[in-house]
Structures are given as structure tokens and as C-alpha cells.
């Protein structure tokens, strides 16, 4: 396996910079008490802010659990560390290019065909299959939510339109999804589409009649993946299971993070709302690495709109951010790096795969 490698320049960091420079201009702009917010980090209770963290990295463990176990019934044969270690190194490359979990997804394909040549259309497959079990669960907390903003008689104004519009959205694609999956021709049409179009941007200067069967071949293997998935009940409730205990310790991260700084007062539905909807934003590219900006702006946005004070707000969105992207990001980073380094020893020893 050859070794993915990474360099960081000031091009890389100026971004993120930026970025944050955004949320803070923004939270200037609404007179949140900067000094009390330091303060607030400052004296965080260490106990919660350490469950927090331990449901962070549990929550990657399980998300990779429902990957893993979507795999094997394809008989992608990629021992559970790796199906974690290739998690990671989709965050990691995630932060860098802001494409919702597209990039990422990619560069998880790449690293099972690497290991396991040919079982790239499989690899899609799962991943296909991942996703979609994680739009009916969004789509599942949206509802839940708004069901008990409901009975709470707070299920209006903006927040209405929010739930109204995501779950639109998120249904529409997961229709959208359904019919590709099923749609083999349309399948096909879109690969043809794609290499008539690089063909025609090269002029005809690269050869692309092995890389369209190519693609051919895996497009018929996503296909033949999908398909066994419906007689896989087992498998699906597996992966779903997984992913649901994932999307729980998600949560379990912004309450958490709540309570380690003394604030109790949210609740639940505010919160499957919140968590919702902020993974809804996160999915806007907007082409800002490291995902800074837009999704701070967010968190603390909708947790104001459920009465949570500005300072606090602030606050628990650095906190939370400290963990589902900072720490995720340099785990990541650690992870593809860690690729790169076992690829260059077994090259060494003069062996074929990676174990």
C-alpha cells in the first residue's frame, strides 16, 4: 500500500484562521461577554468534559462498527482496527475538504481497494448503505424532536421551517439515493456522462477506454452489493444498531459538554433538534476547510433559539468543537500518518498487504 502523505503549509492554516476569526467576529457582534466565556472554559468540570470525550471517540468506534459489519456481509475481509483506522483518516481528510463526507467517503474506497484490489463497487456499497441508514435516522431524530417541541407547545417560528425544510431535504435525497441504487441504467448513464466529459475536457488526449470499464465493472459491483443488502435483514439491523448507539453517544457529547460547565436546563428535544440540525449544516460545502465558521456560528445560533444564554452558547460550542473536530482531526492526522509509516515498513519487508 503506498503511503498517503500530507504536508502542511500556510496556505493550509490561513483557512481555519479565518474561520474562526468569523465566529468570534460573530459573537462579538452579539455582546457575548468574551472574558466570561474563558472563564466558563476555565473552570469546566473535568469529570463531564471527560465523559464527553470518551462518548467522542466511542461514537467513531461504533460508527465504524456499523461500516464494518456492512463490509463483511460483502465479504470485504478488513479486520475491525482498519475499518477503524479508515474512519479516521475520513475525518481526517473530511476537515481538509469541506465536502460533507464525500472526500472522506473516497478516500475510504481508496484505502479498501488498496488493501483489497477490486472491491472498490463493494466499498461503495457499504458506505451507500451507511449513509442511508444515517439519513432515516436524521430524518427519525427530526420528527422525535419535533414531536415533543410539540407537546411543549415551542414547535414554531423559525425552528418549524428549520424541521420542515431538513426533513424535506433529507427525504428527497434519500429518495434520490433509493432510485440510484436500484436504477442500474441510470447508473450507467452517469459514468458514460462523466468519462464523455473528461474526454472532452482533455481533448481526447487520455486514454479512458480502460478506466470506463473500469468503472463499468464497479458500478455492477455497487449494484450486486445493494442488492444482497435486501436479503441481509440481519446485517441492516446490525449496522443500524451500530449507528444508532453512535448517533446516542453524538448527544450524549453536546449534553455532556453542558453539564461540564454547570448548565442543565436544556432539554432533550432541544437537543435531538440542535444535533440534528447542526449535522444538517455541517453538510453545506462551502468550501472551508476544517469546517470552521459556519458550523460554530450555527451551534451557537440554535442553542440560543432554544433559550440557552449567548455566553453559554459560546462556550459549550468551543467545548464541543474542541472534540468533534479538533481532537477528531489530529486523531485522524495520527491515523494517516500511521498508514503511511506501516506502508513504508511492509514495503520494506517485501510483503504484499498491510496487516
Not at 66 to 83: C, D, P, Q, T
Not at 118 to 132: N, P, Y
Not at 315 to 323: G, K, Q, S
Given at each position: 500500500m503506498e503511503p498517503v502523505k500530507y504536508k502542511v503549509t500556510w496556505k493550509t492554516l490561513l483557512l481555519p484562521i479565518i474561520g474562526l476569526a468569523a465566529?468570534?467576529?460573530?459573537?462579538?457582534?452579539?455582546?457575548?461577554d468574551f472574558f466570561d466565556v474563558i472563564s466558563k472554559i476555565q473552570h469546566a468540570n473535568a469529570y463531564f468534559y471527560a465523559l464527553a470525550t470518551a462518548a467522542t471517540l466511542c461514537?467513531?468506534?461504533?460508527?465504524?462498527?456499523?461500516?464494518?459489519?456492512?463490509?463483511?456481509?460483502?465479504?470485504?475481509?478488513?479486520?475491525?482496527?482498519?475499518?477503524?483506522?479508515?474512519?479516521?483518516?475520513?475525518?481526517?481528510?473530511?476537515?481538509?475538504?469541506p465536502a460533507e463526507s464525500v472526500s472522506g467517503e473516497m478516500a475510504k474506497i481508496y484505502l479498501v481497494n488498496k488493501e483489497q484490489d477490486?472491491?472498490?463497487?463493494?466499498?461503495?456499497?457499504?458506505?451507500?448503505?451507511?449513509?442511508?441508514i444515517g439519513m432515516f435516522i436524521n430524518i427519525s431524530t427530526l420528527l422525535a424532536g419535533?414531536?415533543?417541541?410539540?407537546?411543549?407547545?415551542?414547535?414554531?417560528?423559525?425552528?418549524?421551517t428549520l424541521i420542515f425544510l431538513l426533513v424535506t431535504l433529507t427525504s428527497l435525497f434519500l429518495v434520490l439515493t433509493l432510485l440510484l441504487c436500484v436504477k442500474e441504467k441510470w447508473t450507467m448513464g452517469i459514468v458514460d456522462a462523466t468519462i464523455?466529459?473528461?474526454?472532452?475536457?482533455?481533448?481526447?488526449?487520455?486514454?479512458?477506454?480502460?478506466?470506463?470499464?473500469?468503472?463499468?465493472?464497479?458500478?455492477?459491483?455497487?449494484?450486486?452489493?445493494?442488492?444482497?443488502?435486501v436479503h441481509?435483514?440481519?446485517?441492516m439491523f446490525t449496522a443500524a444498531i451500530f449507528s444508532i448507539i453512535s448517533w446516542m453517544l453524538t448527544l450524549a457529547v453536546l449534553y455532556l459538554t453542558f453539564l461540564s460547565i454547570g448548565y442543565s436546563q436544556i432539554s432533550w428535544s432541544a437537543i435531538l433538534v440542535v444535533s440534528a440540525i447542526f449535522a444538517a449544516a455541517k453538510a453545506i460545502p462551502v468550501g472551508v476547510p476544517f469546517e470552521v465558521g459556519l458550523p460554530e456560528i450555527t451551534l451557537t445560533s440554535l442553542l440560543f433559539?432554544?433559550?440557552?444564554?449567548?455566553?453559554t452558547s459560546a462556550?459549550?460550542?468551543?467545548?464541543?468543537?474542541?472534540?468533534t473536530l479538533w481532537l477528531r482531526f489530529f486523531i485522524g492526522f495520527t491515523a494517516q500518518q500511521w498508514i503511511g509509516v506501516k506502508a513504508i515498513t511492509t514495503s520494506t519487508n517485501g510483503e504484499v498487504t498491510v496487516r
Open positions: 465566529f468570534f467576529l460573530y459573537i462579538f457582534i452579539f455582546h457575548v461514537d467513531t468506534l461504533f460508527f465504524a462498527l456499523a461500516w464494518h459489519s456492512l463490509m463483511g456481509y460483502l465479504s470485504v475481509r478488513i479486520s475491525r482496527f482498519r475499518s477503524f483506522l479508515y474512519v479516521w483518516v475520513g475525518i481526517f481528510v473530511d476537515t481538509l475538504i477490486g472491491t472498490a463497487g463493494k466499498a461503495t456499497g457499504s458506505i451507500v448503505a451507511q449513509r442511508l419535533a414531536t415533543l417541541l410539540l407537546l411543549e407547545n415551542q414547535l414554531y417560528g423559525i425552528v418549524l464523455r466529459f473528461v474526454d472532452y475536457v482533455s481533448g481526447g488526449r487520455w486514454k479512458l477506454s480502460r478506466l470506463r470499464e473500469e468503472a463499468k465493472q464497479e458500478a455492477m459491483a455497487f449494484h450486486a452489493a445493494m442488492r444482497e443488502y441481509a435483514p440481519k446485517t433559539m432554544f433559550g440557552v444564554p449567548w455566553d462556550t459549550a460550542t468551543i467545548l464541543m468543537r474542541l472534540l
